[in-house]
């Protein structure tokens, strides 16, 4: 028997009273004291792998970077999945990009909480959210947070280029 519009509210409500301002501050606050998150400064394996484990953290053991090279540097998708219940190979992706940029000293202070750290938290707070109801969807969800964003949209073309390589719906 399908549950009934009710009842689905009733578990979105739930889902949306465990998201955390606090959670959400801390995020940003952690992403922002990186002092920077340019593309090509020297940090950028050390932005992305801390933002994997967090996803690990939350206890979504497939977490792991995604490596493309951009202007002949390397650069660090970050990729974390729930399976889903009954259509394990349908993704809704979750997505926001963790790179930043200013334009006067963006190797030394491009903090960039608002582009787009709280693309990236967005992200990370809904997995948490979920990880922490035990939520089983049922499709998949992939989190996505993508590098060299700023420049192009260069992390989520190669993200998108790999889903079509790999026949992902």
Same mark, same amino acid.
């Given at each position: 028997i399908p549950p009934t519009i009710g009842q689905k509210n009733l578990e979105m409500e739930q889902l949306v009273n465990l998201v955390s301002? %606090?959670?959400? !501050? #801390?995020?940003?606050? @952690? &992403?922002? $004291?990186?002092q920077t998150r340019y593309a090509l400064a020297d940090n950028r394996f050390e932005v992305a792998s801390w933002i994997k484990d967090t996803f690990l953290r939350f206890g979504i053991s497939n977490a792991h970077l +995604? +490596?493309? /090279?951009?202007? *002949?540097? =390397?650069? #660090?998708?970050?990729? @974390?999945?729930? +399976? *889903?219940? =009954?259509?394990?190979? +349908? #993704?809704?992706?979750? *997505? *926001?990009?963790? $790179?930043?940029?200013? #334009? /006067? =000293?963006? &190797?030394?202070f491009a903090p960039g !909480? %608002? %582009?787009? !750290?709280s693309g990236t938290v967005a992200a990370l707070e809904t997995a948490r959210v979920l990880m922490t109801a035990n939520y089983q969807p049922k499709c998949s969800i992939r989190f996505v947070t993508f590098a060299a964003e700023e420049f192009g949209l260069h992390g989520s073309h190669y993200n998108a280029e790999q889903a079509l390589q790999e026949n992902l719906n």
């Open positions: 301002a %606090d959670s959400v !501050a #801390y995020f940003i606050q @952690a &992403l922002q $004291d990186m +995604e +490596e493309f /090279t951009w202007n *002949g540097t =390397q650069q #660090y998708n970050v990729v @974390a999945t729930i +399976e *889903g219940s =009954q259509s394990p190979n +349908e #993704y809704i992706v979750v *997505g *926001g990009h963790h $790179d930043s940029i200013t #334009y /006067t =000293q963006p &190797l030394v !909480a %608002d %582009d787009n !750290a």
